[in-house]
């Protein structure tokens, strides 16, 4: 007899019993796959396979906090609890690339250089607009892992640094106002600066990464924001061959005009995008 699972420890040692089984099913285009039990078979979707969070994210703090309300700036939100610097976040090996994609909390004493390599680049601070001397960029990257509501992260491709990422709560962020933002709604700014991993499939594959992760950071996370500069055209060519995200509106910050975007989580996962 075929019955669907409910959710309750045992299915969690299961998950984490066939952890290495289930990663090699599901490979791209497998939708599922029957796990034979003592007394049934339990039927596992792809889309339950990839919000299983313990196969990917790596960080000790994923405990929900019980919710306290805070102020800033006049706005009210949710204390943020983030992570410290060097903290692995995420890891993940991506079929398509054949490579494994991970996140974790930049630390200024071992990622300054290179940072500061990237920001100097024209390709990228054209962008970015942080061209500077190391000292300045310390203190930025200091200022960000003092922030509660954002957390830097590096990047790495197969253990080589390769992007830095800003993800972002957007309900205390500068984007908040702009639309009906929710207490857990989570946005990201990023750059790819290690040219070897330029591309479309390599765009790709991190991009996928990028929100799954956020999603399965907190559960109460339903949408995934992005606010890109409207002349972006990379950015925004992929975005719209990839279902999961929706142009809302363009509109103007007081430094820039930029296009809103938003994933959500049901298309995300329901989609079976990843």
């Known amino acids: 007899m075929f019955v669907m699972h409910k959710p309750n420890s045992m299915l969690r040692n299961l998950f984490l019993d066939q952890e ?47 919710v306290t309300w805070v102020r800033t700036n006049s706005v009210s939100h949710p204390l943020r609890h983030n992570p410290e610097k060097n903290t692995l976040l995420y890891k993940r090996y991506i079929y ?49 892992l003092d922030d509660p509501h954002l957390i830097p992260v590096i990047m790495e491709i197969d253990s080589e640094p390769a992007g830095y990422f800003e993800f972002y709560w957007v309900k205390e962020d500068r984007l908040g ?55 972006n055209q990379k950015v925004l060519q992929y975005v719209d061959s990839f279902p999961v995200w929706r142009r809302i509106k363009v509109f103007d910050f007081p430094h820039k005009r930029a296009v809103l975007l938003e994933c959500t989580r049901e298309r995300l996962f329901a989609g079976e995008h990843l």
Request: charged letters at 30%.
């Open 20 to 66: 290495k089984r289930l990663k090699e099913h599901f490979k791209p285009g497998v939708q599922g796959i029957d796990l034979q039990l003592q007394d049934r078979v339990m039927k596992i979707s792809r889309s339950e396979f990839f919000q299983f969070s313990p196969f990917w994210i790596k960080s000790n703090e994923r405990a929900l906090y019980p």
């Open 96 to 144: 398509e690339i054949d490579k494994t994609i991970a996140f974790r909390v930049i630390d200024p004493d071992k990622d300054l250089t290179v940072f500061s390599q990237w920001h100097n680049s024209k390709r990228v601070s054209v962008y970015w607009e942080l061209e500077g001397s190391i000292d300045q960029h310390r203190k930025y990257i200091e200022k960000n």
């Open 177 to 231: 106002p702009y639309y009906d933002s929710d207490d857990y709604d989570r946005g990201f700014h990023f750059l790819i600066g290690n040219r070897k991993f330029l591309g479309i499939k390599n765009t790709d594959a991190v991009l996928k990464c990028v929100v799954h992760y956020l999603f399965l950071d907190d559960p109460r996370t339903l949408k995934v924001m992005a606010e890109p500069r409207w002349d």
